[in-house]
């Protein structure tokens, strides 16, 4: 039998993508309409966005393992959370998880190095690009990271924050995107990390300058290959 997934969530966006990934594509491992039994636990994205607002990272760390006990109760193996920014406190949540976790950070940096990518452009909230989460774990892989500049970082935050995070999608804020990844290009990245949960559902491969590298699906096939128990090949 597969193992039981526990999903901590952040933004309903990501989360709903990531959980939907999961179900859409084990059948790929597991035969027709089959996917490993998951879980899901969402506590309300206002408690994260205060703590996140006053830097209170004992606090994302602390709700964190509220989901992390709630879903190991019902029985998930593992865990994953399909939200980039609070993974700056998964340091801090690992040693009171009940349950191993995925780390997004490192999921992706593995298929950038598998697929020999050596520079990197990041796009993310202004939490999740000021952090090292991302420059840390591409290091360990030998891949640079290259940030957006403040400017940028504004406006992608406010796209993310005011627009994806409710499902609101609009057609200059994929323009903003695509400049940004065509500067990126410019300053010699040979992909771009869509580095928030819901950047993949307004830029993907057909629309980006550059070869993107969805954390949200790659979270997702990762989840299932360990559910699964299928070695990365």
Known sequence: M??????????????ALCYRTICAEGAQLLGPHAHPEVTMHTRS??????CLERGDWDGVAALMVASAHKLA??????LIC??????????????RSPRPWLHIAEVVA??????????LGLTATRWAVEADTYPAALA?????????SPAERDEIDRVIMEELVYGVFKAESVALFQAVIARMKEAGCDAVVLGCTEIPLII?????PLPTLDSTRLLA????????HVAVA
Not at 140 to 148: L, W
Not at 204 to 208: E, I, K, L, N, Y
Not at 221 to 228: D, K, S
């Open 2 to 15: 597969p193992d039981h997934i526990g999903i901590v969530a952040c933004s309903a966006e990501g989360a």
């Open 45 to 50: 994205l206002a408690e994260y966005v205060r």
């Open 73 to 78: 109760a019902v029985g998930a193996d593992f």
């Open 82 to 95: 399909p939200d980039n920014t609070i993974h700056q406190a998964l340091p801090r949540v690992l040693p």
């Open 110 to 119: 593995a298929d950038a190095a598998r697929r020999r990518f050596r520079r």
């Open 140 to 148: 360990a892989r030998g891949i640079e990271c290259v940030r957006p």
């Open 204 to 208: 993907d491969d057909s629309s980006s």
């Open 221 to 228: 096939r990762a989840a299932l290959r360990r559910a699964a």
